[in-house]
């Protein structure tokens, strides 16, 4: 079974409007309000491409509530630990044609008992599970390190780690002793890990960039670069991955996607060469769907045999 983790999750809340009016009323009608939160959108899409999991991470008071009852609806299984605190909400306002403006809450903050508890539930669901995928942000009260202290306790039961995060947790995660078994950072993330550029364009320099310092110890690393594909490192191995061009609908959430794509293969075993490819799919899938971090698992398939992997 995977075992999802997001510490911070949030109500994503979509505002359609016409025209924003800055400082005045702006009425709205038709408002989504959804699951969000990284890890709860590759909780959506493992659960869509059939393969059993549980979710965890922290929630508390009616927001959290919320979320509880829509993976219920979902059918996605789930044990969070409770916090005194009320789960976040994201506010995206698409408007004036294609616009999107965010108001992000930090959210709640975390205190040392809660932090306990939900170590506690974590510790329990690690022995039901065989891999762990972790997304997102660190709430306030949580050091940077509490992923590398989620990846020690993964690892000593054996447990693979896939994480997907960003800033102070992602340094102090790759810094840590135990290393997470993957990483997908974008371009500038690398670029802050090894202290100058990531260079893109002259393979040998990326390949030593990518073999320096911490990021030697890290098995997979995975620069995903949205319709071009992917460079990613394996062992020593790296390669290109291709894929087809898409009449893309919403490719938010196709990071997410992608994660999910990369656990359910790394879970059953699957070739470097097909976990790459599952990832791809999985991502491309949720850029064809408007409902963000979904995807449609009949056409699988039809997108796995156009993704074209070479060693470079
Ligand atoms: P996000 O933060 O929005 O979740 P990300 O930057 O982490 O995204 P991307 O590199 O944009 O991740 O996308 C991940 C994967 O999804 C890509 O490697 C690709 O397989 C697929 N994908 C994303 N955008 C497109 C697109 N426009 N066309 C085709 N495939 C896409």
């Not at 950072?185 to 320099?205: F, R, T």
């Amino acid at each position: 079974m995977i075992l999802t983790i997001t510490m911070n999750p949030s109500i994503d809340m979509s505002y359609p409007i016409e025209t924003l009016t800055i400082d005045g009323v702006t009425r709205v009608q038709n408002v989504s309000k959804t699951a969000g939160g990284k890890g709860l959108n590759v909780s959506r899409v493992v659960h869509q491409m059939g393969v059993d999991l549980v979710a965890s991470g922290l929630l508390g008071g009616h927001f959290g509530a919320f979320i509880k009852s829509e993976l219920d609806k979902q059918g996605i299984k789930h044990q969070f630990s409770e916090i005194d605190g009320e789960t976040r909400n994201s506010i995206a306002l698409l408007h004036d044609g294609g616009k999107q403006t965010e108001v992000l809450e930090s959210g709640p903050e975390i205190s040392e008992r809660e932090a306990r508890e939900f170590l506690a539930t974590y510790e329990e669901l690690l022995d039901s599970c065989s891999l762990v995928t972790m997304s997102g942000s660190l709430p306030r009260g949580l050091d940077a390190s509490f992923y590398s202290q989620l990846i020690e306790m993964a690892h000593t039961k054996g447990v693979r780690v896939l994480l997907d995060t960003s800033g102070a947790a992602l340094q102090a995660s790759v810094r840590g002793n135990v290393k997470p078994d993957l990483i997908k950072p974008n371009e500038e993330e690398v670029s802050a890990l090894i202290d100058q550029k990531l260079d893109l364009s002259n393979i040998s320099i990326l390949k030593k960039q990518l073999s320096s310092g911490e990021l030697a110890d890290i098995k997979w690393i995975i620069i995903s670069l949205g319709a071009d594909g992917a460079l990613a490192k394996y062992d020593n191995t790296f390669y290109r991955v291709r894929i087809p061009s898409l009449d893309v609908v919403n490719p938010v959430g196709s990071g997410d996607s992608t994660i999910a794509g990369f656990a359910l293969a790394m879970d059953q075993d699957d070739s470097p060469v097909d976990i790459l490819k599952t990832g791809m799919v999985t991502g491309m899938l949720n850029a064809l769907e408007e409902t963000t971090g979904s995807v449609n698992p009949n056409r699988f398939d039809e997108f796995f045999k156009q993704v074209k992997v070479e060693k470079i």
